[in-house]
């Protein structure tokens, strides 16, 4: 596992991003700060920042899983009370909390978490590329997560803490989280099934979940198992990608040959919800 070089630190260059209205700083790595120049272009997921704009609420805390390196994070920090950011990758939790620290103004609202959320609490295996593992894929590039690849062999994995969703609300957000995001590669299919409505206490929060499709062996069984959760849940389900409410029963019913990659097929048009993120919500957008 490729793990933070402390040495490296002089090789970082302070950079300030804006997204909108909203400016702070970052230490970035040489290969780091093309993601940074895309993010400032608005090329990297516009719709997430739209849906942070319309539920993050000044007097209320949310909840960032899959924090990555800080882009939401330090976005979202300006809008909300607090953010608790959870984030396991050991690589990119390091560059996250750099990131963090280069914001005087903004570190103090920002609560840092180097576990994962899992289907309960323990041991976590988080795996570099994760379900999308290619020969390049290293801890720290967004893509580590719980479900490992299919066909990988010698995937590199490193072992983690979980704590599962109501243990962490309850022992750190619970009094006031509003909303929760999460893009945590796959782990939303052991997250969200049969565990999600316990969270009812809590509202629950809205939630913007990013979807990655498994293999299609499992891919109906896996989203359909988060579907039904949410709509246990949930009275209100829209696109983040254009706001639109969305039937999602219905969606997910048109669904018929869930191996259908050709343009424009039912299992796309759902992906294509499903990837760019979905909101489940109790409120009116």
């Not at 939401?72 to 608790?84: E, I």
């Amino acid at each position: 596992m490729k793990t933070p070089d402390p040495g490296a630190e002089s090789a970082l260059h302070a950079l300030s991003v804006s997204v909108g209205p909203q400016s702070f700083q970052v230490r970035a790595s040489a290969a780091r700060s093309a993601f940074w120049q895309r993010l400032q272009a608005g090329a990297w997921e516009p719709q997430t920042f739209e849906v942070f704009r319309r539920f993050l609420r000044p007097d209320r805390s949310y909840i960032d899983l899959g924090a990555w390196i800080g882009p939401t994070v330090l976005y979202g920090a300006a809008l909300s009370r607090c953010v608790h950011a959870v984030e396991p990758d050991p690589v990119a939790f390091a560059e996250l909390g750099r990131n963090v620290q280069a914001n005087p103004g903004l570190c103090k609202k920002i609560h840092l978490y180097s576990f994962g959320i899992g289907a309960e609490s323990g041991p976590l295996r988080l795996y570099a590329g994760g379900l999308y593992y290619a020969g390049h894929s290293e801890f720290g590039d967004s893509m580590s997560g719980v479900l490992a690849s299919p066909d990988a062999a010698g995937q590199p994995c490193h072992e983690a803490q979980g704590v599962d969703m109501e243990r962490f609300l309850d022992r750190h957000a619970g009094d006031d989280c509003n909303f929760i995001k999460m893009d945590i590669e796959g782990g939303e299919y052991a997250v969200i099934p049969g565990l999600w409505r316990r969270l009812r206490r809590w509202g629950p929060p809205t939630l913007c979940v990013s979807f990655h499709a498994p293999e299609v062996a499992r891919r109906e069984s896996l989203v359909w198992a988060c579907i039904e959760e949410l709509l246990l849940c949930y009275p209100r389900f829209h696109a983040a990608a254009d706001t639109k409410a969305v039937a999602l029963e219905e969606l997910a019913e048109a669904v018929l040959d869930w191996s259908d990659e050709a343009p424009g097929s039912p299992w796309r048009k759902l992906e294509a919800v499903l990837g760019a993120g979905l909101v489940a919500t109790s409120e009116e957008w």
